[in-house]
């Protein structure tokens, strides 16, 4: 790429080096001159303004993490509780960097982020989606089986600039313009400048109220953002399909209302949306990808192996929980999957994402119950494998040296509470 091309002008870029994909190169011991080059590889990009750089991998030893916070580099899972908490010596962090790089980006307004990773499916999505919420993008990687050597010319070399924005759908500012002006050709009637304008305005509401009508047959995969499709509280489950199936040859619909009828039953609200994951090797759902057909709100992902789908399940969760759940009104998230209970960087992620105003349900079905050609499925996944996900982590001690052993491990809990798997769903509307 060459350097006539620029970064946008936002005030701040963050870049995100997986060092899993490309290792510090061998013989460079000086993190100071990889962030130099870094930061000059951006600035001949034209960007000069403030720039944080963070590295993620999944175990990074000590004098590693000191070397790289000397050179102000800083190591995503140190800005967890349960990574900052835990006694070990080399620790090891289940969060994909994807996860980082969402929860971070979401709520900040349009900012330059840079990627230092290899093009991996789900990474390229989140760029995507991230992209169509007018955030400015570089990809970073070199071709297949090269290494990176973090010199400036091969940062430039491989660097991949997609565009800042989407093309927006409203009036450029020149248009707005044009029709302030035309007050002043009319004043025989006496409707001035500002008559114009108002009138502008009213037309674009208009506009953006009939955007907001619901397609029953668009598909919500979060690559552009998305509008509460219901008002008032709702229900949202994400449901891993590989690992809990659906009945074999039901339909789409049939699958939804079974659901949804299951969630009422039990004093949920009837408005609710689904997401659902399948397997790239579940010949049983094959039929249901593809172009939506029905106009149920429940959506179906091709997503990978079992670590993929709960990468991908995660990021959609972050998504979901930022552009969706924002009334302020009683709602629920369900999620049916095996791969959260017990993992507490998950349940972590889950409970800083999620409002106070939110019930967190976690669905893991015992082999007795997970069972789809059941006349009770679904059922007995809400009465049997449903329970709240509660984390509970102590004071993290002020010293950060962990080469220091304390006595004691600080207190990182995963908990389960039997008493309220039921009372808290009943309390539900």
Not at 25 to 38: E, H, K, L, Q
Not at 133 to 153: A, C, N
């Amino acid at each position: 790429m060459g350097e006539g091309e620029y970064f946008s002008g936002n005030d701040y870029t963050m870049v995100f080096w997986n060092m899993d994909d490309y290792p510090i190169p061998v013989g460079m011991d000086d993190f100071g001159s990889i962030r130099i080059n870094i930061v000059e590889a951006l600035e001949r990009f034209g960007y000069h303004g403030e720039i944080g750089i963070n590295v993620h991998c999944a175990q990074l030893e000590c004098d590693v993490r000191d070397e790289l916070s000397k050179a102000r580099i800083d190591y995503l899972p140190e800005a967890t509780r349960v990574y900052l908490s835990s006694t070990a010596v080399n620790k090891v962090c289940s969060l994909d960097m994807t996860a980082f790089l969402v929860r971070i980006a979401l709520p900040q307004p349009p900012i330059n982020i840079a990627v230092i990773a290899k093009p991996k499916a789900e990474l390229v999505r989140v760029l995507k989606c991230l992209k169509s919420r007018g955030h400015t993008l570089m990809l970073i990687h070199p071709p297949d089986g090269e290494q990176l050597s973090f010199s400036v010319d091969t940062l430039l070399a491989h660097a991949h600039l997609g565009d800042s924005k989407e093309e927006e759908d409203h009036l450029s500012k020149g248009e707005e313009e044009d029709h302030l002006s035309k007050g002043e050709e009319d004043t025989s009637v006496g409707l001035g400048p500002y008559y114009y304008y108002c009138q502008y305005l009213s037309q674009k509401a208009e506009k953006e109220k009939e955007e907001e009508v619901e397609d029953p047959y668009k598909i919500l995969d979060f690559l552009e953002p998305i509008r509460p499709s219901v008002k008032g509280a709702m229900t949202a489950v994400f449901w891993d399909a590989q690992y809990c199936p659906f009945p074999p040859g039901s339909t789409a619909d049939e699958i939804y209302n079974s659901i949804e009828l299951a969630l009422v039953k039990r004093k949920f609200t009837n408005k609710t949306t689904i997401w659902a994951y399948l397997g790239d090797d579940d010949k049983n759902g094959s039929a249901l990808l593809g172009d939506k057909t029905w106009a149920s709100r429940i959506y179906f992902f091709s997503a990978g192996d079992k670590a993929s789908r709960r990468i991908r399940m995660t990021n959609d969760i972050c998504f979901w929980a930022h552009e969706s759940s924002r009334q302020p009104v009683l709602e629920s998230l369900f999620i049916v999957s095996d791969q959260f209970r017990g993992d507490l960087y998950y349940v972590e992620l889950l409970h800083n994402l999620v409002p106070a105003c939110l019930h967190l349900f976690c669905i893991t079905p015992t082999q007795d119950i997970n069972k789809p050609e059941s006349p009770e499925w679904p059922g007995l996944f809400f009465d049997q494998g449903a329970y709240r996900l509660l984390l509970e982590i102590s004071e993290v001690p002020a010293a950060r040296c962990c080469s220091k052993k304390r006595k004691t491990d600080a207190g990182v809990l995963f908990m389960m509470e039997d008493e309220e798997e039921t009372s808290g769903m009943e309390s539900n509307k």
